[in-house]
Nanobody
């Protein structure tokens, strides 16, 4: 059974950068789509952006365009979320997710594999 493990979260000042990693273990990395979600305190989990083999990357939040990017390294069995110019409103627990389908989805139920989450706090 494949497991996803996130890392790279932490406390950063506004305007700073973080790179989140999501590594897969216990199986192959043949996912058609990988994605990042986030959940802020008191809010529902929301899709941030995803990367599919069929159509490339797709952003679900206008607020992160130009600041966040997603990439994957199949050899390393990992997915990355580069976050630049971070803002306090980016504070959340960030989750990676994966599915075998080749098309992006913003729906939590469409993803079969999830990491445990990593906390990102943007504060001065």
């Amino acid at each position: 059974q494949v497991q996803l493990v996130e890392s790279g979260g932490g406390l950063v000042q506004p305007g700073g950068s973080l790179r989140l990693s999501c590594e897969a273990s216990g199986g192959t990395f043949d996912f058609g789509t990988v994605a990042w979600f986030r959940q802020a305190p008191g809010k529902e989990r929301e899709a941030v952006l995803c990367l599919s083999r069929a159509l490339g990357d797709r952003y679900y939040l206008d607020s992160v365009k130009g600041r966040f990017s997603i990439s994957r390294d199949n050899a390393e069995k990992a997915v990355y979320l580069q976050m630049d110019n971070l803002k306090p409103q980016d504070t959340a627990v960030y989750y990676c997710a994966a599915e075998m389908a080749y098309y992006c989805s913003e729906y939590i139920g469409d993803y079969d594999y999830w990491g445990q989450g990593t906390q990102v706090t943007v504060s001065s």
